[in-house]
């Protein structure tokens, strides 16, 4: 126990014994102020307070009165009672600290002024961002040409990618860095030829990558060579790594697909299913080969809207904001595209799993009945 808290149980039990106390005034200086009331060489009670804030190094006035007005220094009834009403407050409110007689409005008008300038200086930096994340998004959809080119791969990338999903839930990574994998493996077979034997070296080294990016606590590079089952150890994942990097130019930024989301359905996410059926039908546009040829934005928006219509929320909103901008027709189309998805037979079983687990509130289900649903309504 330190020597500020031996003296202050040496005060408390004075006080609950009614006995007076004495202490001299440099320890009181060095360790109580400003916690105790006291006077050099006088007798002592203390009141110790939650809020340790004064003003100019004084007490709070309403304390500082009832000392003057009832002797407070040489009454140690007295003190139990002021003790007893201030340990009924635990949280004195700051306002009790501050002369208001003292603050005049000028003051008062400069501290509001503040506030608000600090508020539209955060808004513009959320617009700002946002503005940048659309530019990065421009970068996020594979034209035509290259899409035929690349789409001899996809039923390699569709195993692939079932295999990068089960090894980012075997290491509990973020959702984040998964989609980051993803994009990094699409960005490098794009520019890249690599054979077969090679792809699940990739698929695991992108996803050391960006849990190096994406991760607070990223697991080592021991544990990615683990989960291999010593297929690969962490040498040949270095040496991945740097051709990786080295192909694409260390460029491995990208707009945050979950950020994106979160603004079209800011104000609709009140619990957490619905988040996680948003999460779900933007995984599919990940996964599935179809999606590849639009961009990040686009596909954010879509998820958006089958989410709200699930949720049986108000789209009207949304789809006035998306035909002024003139994206109402691809939308739709994307659209069609999650809903065709979720009707086909399970390609990808690992993100089947993922979204049908308790902890996912079983959306995965959800999203294929609601789907069969609509088809016995409309058929």
Request: with cysteine; charged share 25%.
């Amino acid at each position: 126990m330190s020597l500020a808290n031996l003296y202050m149980c040496s005060v408390a039990c004075a006080i609950n014994l009614n006995i007076n106390f004495t202490m001299d005034s440099k320890i009181i200086k060095n360790y109580l102020l400003p916690k105790a009331i006291y006077k050099p060489g006088n007798k002592i009670g203390a009141t110790i307070f939650n809020d340790n804030r004064t003003i100019n190094n004084k007490l709070p006035l309403s304390l500082e009165k009832n000392a003057n007005s009832l002797n407070i220094m040489d009454n140690t009834n007295v003190l139990k009672s002021v003790l007893k009403n201030y340990k009924c407050n635990k949280s004195l409110p700051y306002s009790s600290l501050i002369d208001k007689e003292n603050i005049s409005n000028e003051s008062s008008q400069i501290h509001i002024a503040k506030e608000n300038s600090e508020v539209d200086l955060c808004n513009t930096t959320l617009d700002n961002a946002y503005e940048y994340l659309l530019k990065l998004d421009e970068d996020t959809y594979l034209p035509d040409t290259i899409l035929n080119e690349y789409s001899s791969l996809r039923q390699t990338r569709d195993l692939l990618l079932n295999w990068v999903i089960k090894i980012h839930q075997n290491l509990k990574l973020e959702n984040e860095t998964l989609y980051m994998t993803i994009d990094l493996i699409d960005k490098f077979l794009i520019k890249k030829k690599l054979p077969i034997e090679k792809f699940q070296l990739l698929g695991l080294t992108c996803l050391y990558i960006a849990s190096k990016y994406e991760e607070v606590l990223p697991p080592s590079i021991f544990q990615f060579a683990l989960e291999s089952n010593g297929i690969f150890d962490s040498e040949e994942i270095k040496e991945s790594e740097f051709n990786i990097l080295e192909t694409l130019n260390f460029k491995i930024g990208y707009p945050s697909p979950i950020v994106l989301l979160d603004r079209q359905l800011d104000g609709y996410l009140n619990y957490n299913e619905m988040k996680f059926m948003s999460l779900y039908l933007l995984e599919i546009t990940f996964v599935d080969f179809r999606f590849l040829s639009y961009r990040m934005s686009m596909r954010t928006k879509a998820a958006a809207l089958i989410t709200l219509k699930m949720y049986n929320h108000s789209i009207k909103d949304l789809k006035t904001r998306f035909q002024k901008e003139g994206l109402m027709q691809t939308i739709e189309k994307i659209c069609r595209y999650i809903l065709q998805y979720l009707l086909e037979p399970t390609i990808h079983t690992e993100l089947q799993r993922k979204y049908s687990q308790l902890a996912s509130y079983n959306v995965a289900d959800r999203a294929t009945k609601y789907v069969k649903c609509l088809i016995k309504k409309y058929a």
